[in-house]
Structure formats: structure tokens, C-alpha cells
């Protein structure tokens, strides 16, 4: 077998120092496989989030080792882990994050315009990405013309214009009504199994979390348990609502 893409091995992050110290992770080993959809679960305060950020490189373990396609990332300076960022991940987040006076081609632009690229190449990228996402006749409207789902299929355009290998979703859906949230998890799914984008997902819903093959849940700093659910089990469920 292959490596996977992610592994983490006694990740553990404490917060403050002395007797104000938390320890919010207390050991996490994760392994993801490249192409699975994994649901993240667990209470507030059980350490997933903190797990997210550190996958996100947006943050840094206290201790433990961070592997991402074979890299140790925990080694890694700060500008290192922006490129891997930038090469390697998308985000989409609860709240959206749009610009509100700007396009939706325009906000879906914005990763283009931070790796450089030109304006016609930004252009031809942006479009392709409101097309897959269902939202090329919407290119020119702002976020005030559209309804919630429309702007986080464009929140998730923007994340999938850089071609990324992973994409991380906290809440996707948390802001939407159940018939949008069935959309956009749909649109995952499709994204997933067409695209092949390995998707890590944050959720407190059960039926979101019923998309996923793979569902890990914390508890308390640590991985509790891991459901390996498998495609057949997704696409059942995903049928049956």
C-alpha cells in the first residue's frame, strides 16, 4: 500500500504556559488516505478544531510529527507552510468569507491574484471553477444577489480554483437551510468522486456527516474512534435522503 497523504503521529498542542497551560490536544494520530472524504466530529472543546488548523497549516503542534505527501510539515518555517498552503489546500469556512463589493468571479479570482497569475489566466481558472460548482451564469453578481447556498458554492469555487489536493470545510453548511445543505454536500460529494480532492470536513450534524466514508471523532484531546464507512455506505445514504 501506498503512504497516505496525511499522517499524524502524537500531535499533541498546549496553549499558555504554567498553571494557565490547556492542553488541547493530548496525542492525535490520524492517517488519511488520498481521495477519502473524512467528517470530523466531536464537542466543543474535544480538540477537533485545533486538529483542523494544525492539518491547515495554520497553526503548529507543541509536539508530534506532521506528515503531508511524505513531508514533515511540524519542520517546516513559516513561509514554507504559506506555499504549502497555497499549493496544496483549499478552505471553506461556515461563514462564507466573500468580499461584498466584488463578483463572485472576482472573489473566486482572489487565490490567482495571490499566486501571481495573469489576468487572462485568472479569468479562464475562475470561470472553470463557477462552472463546476454550478454558478458561470452568476459570475458578474455579488454576494448580495445571491442566496446563501449560491455564495458558499462560490466560497467553494474559490477553494477549488488552485486545483488544491485537499480541501478543509469547517461547518460548510452550518449557515444554510436543510434543502442548501443537501445541496452543498451533494456538490462535495461530486467534487470528491469526480475530482479526486481529498475532503476534511468539521461538522456537528450527523446527517452532513452521513456523506463521508470516513468519520473521526475527539474527545477530550484525542481521536476516540474512527468509522471506515466506505463508498458504498455514502452513496446509500446519500440515495436514501
Known amino acids: 500500500m501506498s503512504d497516505p497523504l496525511i499522517r499524524l503521529q502524537g500531535i499533541t498542542k498546549t496553549f499558555g504556559s504554567g498553571p494557565t497551560?490547556?492542553?488541547?490536544?493530548?496525542?492525535?494520530?490520524?492517517?488519511?488516505?488520498?481521495?477519502?472524504?473524512?467528517?470530523?466530529?466531536?464537542?466543543?472543546?474535544?480538540?477537533?478544531?485545533?486538529?483542523?488548523?494544525?492539518?491547515?497549516?495554520?497553526?503548529?503542534?507543541?509536539?508530534?510529527?506532521?506528515?503531508?505527501?511524505?513531508?514533515?510539515v511540524e519542520n517546516l518555517e513559516r513561509d514554507q507552510r504559506a506555499l504549502m498552503r497555497r499549493r496544496y489546500l483549499g478552505f471553506v469556512f461556515q461563514g462564507f468569507n466573500l468580499l461584498a463589493r466584488t463578483t463572485a468571479m472576482e472573489n473566486v479570482e482572489l487565490p490567482l491574484l495571490?499566486?501571481?497569475?495573469?489576468?487572462?489566466?485568472?479569468?479562464?481558472?475562475?470561470?472553470?471553477?463557477?462552472?463546476?460548482?454550478?454558478?458561470?451564469?452568476?459570475?458578474?453578481?455579488?454576494?448580495?444577489?445571491?442566496?446563501?447556498?449560491?455564495?458558499?458554492?462560490?466560497?467553494?469555487?474559490?477553494?477549488?480554483?488552485?486545483?488544491?489536493?485537499?480541501?478543509?470545510?469547517?461547518?460548510p453548511t452550518g449557515n444554510l437551510d436543510s434543502e442548501r445543505s443537501v445541496e452543498i454536500m451533494e456538490l462535495l460529494t461530486d467534487l470528491n468522486r469526480d475530482s479526486g480532492i481529498t475532503i476534511l470536513m468539521v461538522t456537528h450534524e450527523p446527517e452532513m456527516a452521513d456523506y463521508a466514508r470516513t468519520v473521526v471523532h475527539f474527545r477530550d484531546g484525542l481521536v476516540e474512534r474512527i468509522e471506515r464507512r466506505g463508498a458504498a455506505h455514502a452513496v446509500g445514504r446519500r440515495a436514501a435522503g
Not at 42 to 69: E, H, Q, R, Y
Not at 117 to 122: G, L, N, S, T, W
Open 114 to 171: 495571490y499566486r501571481g497569475e495573469d489576468k487572462a489566466v485568472r479569468h479562464d481558472m475562475a470561470m472553470a471553477a463557477l462552472d463546476k460548482v454550478g454558478l458561470a451564469p452568476w459570475a458578474k453578481h455579488t454576494p448580495a444577489e445571491l442566496s446563501g447556498g449560491q455564495q458558499q458554492r462560490v466560497a467553494i469555487a474559490r477553494a477549488i480554483v488552485t486545483h488544491p489536493d485537499v480541501l478543509l470545510a469547517d461547518e
Open 21 to 72: 497551560a490547556f492542553q488541547a490536544l493530548k496525542g492525535v494520530d490520524l492517517e488519511v488516505e488520498q481521495g477519502d472524504f473524512v467528517a470530523v466530529m466531536g464537542a466543543s472543546g474535544s480538540g477537533k478544531s485545533t486538529t483542523m488548523n494544525i492539518l491547515g497549516c495554520l497553526d503548529v503542534p507543541t509536539s508530534g510529527k506532521f506528515w503531508f505527501k511524505n513531508i514533515r
